[in-house]
């Protein structure tokens, strides 16, 4: 089995680019509609601007993002972009299946961006990803969905640290050899959405979504 994550260096930035060849994304996804539930909607047709606040849930195919508050705005040709937050307690949390497996990619941060254009994830602060055994925690996380690539940084954004931080990037890489693959045996999908445990609410039916105005992602 090749490995979950290769190390790359990374001139001038203290990250690392994580090579997720057994973590892509359910391709199904991409021509999903996108359902979302919220406490509070408001919406703007002209700038193309759907604000959704309290115990928000976005779901796309596999793709599940839960926060306190996301904001959703449309491009001219209709592809999507949320911005997801949450509270001090209770940071946004990303959940997707990977392809052709049972198991899913998953993680957290201060804020994530999910871009429908592009196939890309972002976590902003405080970051932390997993798939199956393996995990990276950071500052800042990029994950491509396309490349099926992971970018991690020490600094906020993309940046490196300031020299003398305690902030660094830790990634935890199980060994994918026969005799280790043998020794550990792969655990049944989480239904948790954060490191700590804490089990994630169940989705709930998406038939009363419509009268939220969604919009359908290419």
Known sequence: MKPFLRLATVAGIAGLMLAATL???EKADRDKPVNIEADRVSVDDVKKVQIFEGNVQLVKGTLII?????VVTQD????????ATGTAGMPPRFRQKREGQDDYIEGEGERIEHDARAEKTEF?????VK?????????FISYDARTEKYFVTSGPNGTRAQPGS?????????PKNKDAGAAV???APSASLRPTGAIAPA????????????????
Do not use: H, M
Request: proline share 2%; hydrophobic share 35%.
């Open 203 to 218: 989705l709930k039916g998406a038939q009363n979504i419509g009268a939220t105005r969604q919009e359908t992602a290419r």
């Open 124 to 128: 902003f602060n405080r970051a932390w």
């Open 185 to 187: 045996a792969t655990p």
């Open 23 to 25: 973590a892509r994304a």
């Open 166 to 174: 305690s902030e660094r990037v830790r990634a935890v890489i199980q």
């Open 66 to 70: 839960r926060a306190e508050r996301i």
């Open 131 to 139: 798939s199956g055994l393996d995990e990276v925690r950071g500052q």
């Open 76 to 83: 001219d040709d209709g592809y999507q972009r949320g911005v």
